[in-house]
């Protein structure tokens, strides 16, 4: 049989174990025992801009390669999760000895952090958030009149991956998005009532979420 390095025993309430890659192995091999170092912790607490805890945020903790092409995270690849408690205070178990990285978000309240490279067993650390804004849009159509019932969509990158959202206008022509980043472009996508697809949809790149006045095709 093929061994691993050892792994000491963990008694009740330990932090569970995280990840490690070992071998190669012996094709032909056909039993293999593995076994994980402790896990460790990391602490911290989600703030505001003001310094004040934000409640209830959600952490994860990430492998550091889990970033994607486009800088996005994978959240298939996260060690842990945590819900910040009222203070916005929160504790991860299951670091590995190398560095992770960590994200916070609460939707739709709040940006989301930045990535933040994070040290197995760090303490104390914080975790800013910046509050997120609403747009309140009018749609109106090519002759100027505003367009009941209209699609409008928001895409926007965050360092947890893409938010997005889809809402309809109301009687007014009017809808407001919420959950913006205002410091982040997003793209807009519009589509007149009855209209499915990319077909008949505007699209308009670049934007920066503010109220104001946007026209279909």
């Given at each position: 049989?093929?061994?691993a390095p050892a792994l000491p025993a963990l008694s009740r309430g330990d932090p569970a174990p995280s990840h490690a890659v070992f071998g190669p192995f012996p094709a032909a091999e056909k039993s293999i025992e593995v076994e994980l170092p402790a896990g460790?912790?990391?602490a911290g607490r989600v703030v505001d801009p003001e310094g004040r805890g934000i409640p209830r945020a959600h952490v994860s903790l990430l492998f550091e390669g889990s970033a994607g092409p486009e800088g996005c995270i994978d959240l298939s690849c996260r060690v842990a999760d945590a819900l910040?408690?009222?203070e916005g205070r929160f504790v991860l178990e299951g670091a590995g000895e190398g560095d992770c990285l960590l994200v916070a978000k609460k939707e739709p309240g709040y940006c989301g952090s930045e990535r933040?490279?994070?040290p197995g067993g760090a303490k104390d650390l914080v975790v800013p958030m910046r509050p997120a804004v609403s747009a309140l849009l009018t749609v109106l159509d090519a002759?100027?009149?505003p367009v009941a019932g209209a699609r409008v969509g928001v895409e926007q990158e965050?360092?947890?991956?893409?938010?997005?959202q889809d809402r309809r206008t109301n009687a007014a022509g009017m809808v407001r998005l919420e959950g913006l980043d205002p410091?982040?472009?997003a793209t807009l996508v519009l589509r007149p009532p009855g209209v499915e697809g990319r077909a008949g949809e505007t699209r308009i790149e670049g934007w920066m979420p503010a109220d104001g006045t946007v026209r279909v095709r």
């Open positions: 049989m093929a061994r460790r912790r990391v910040a408690d009222g933040i490279p994070v002759g100027g009149a965050r360092a947890f991956g893409d938010y997005d410091r982040a472009p």
